[in-house]
């Protein structure tokens, strides 16, 4: 059985592209024995752009 965790990451305001880390935020997760999933963007914004995305990560349930 799995454990899963979503992490939220905003995007700039004109570009596509997320505010923060994604990089480190998959590291530090990495660190705590999280695996890495998929990120994705669920919602859209005005001009048909993410309103933000989300990552996914998952651990077995020890």
Partial sequence: MYEYK??????????STPKGDYRGIIAQHAK???????IFAPATAGYG???Y?????EKVVE
């Fill in 53 to 57: 995305f989300e990552m996914i990560f």
């Fill in 49 to 51: 752009s993410a309103a």
């Fill in 32 to 38: 705590e024995g999280w695996r890495f999933v998929q």
């Fill in 6 to 15: 979503f992490v939220k990451l905003k995007r700039t305001f004109l570009a």
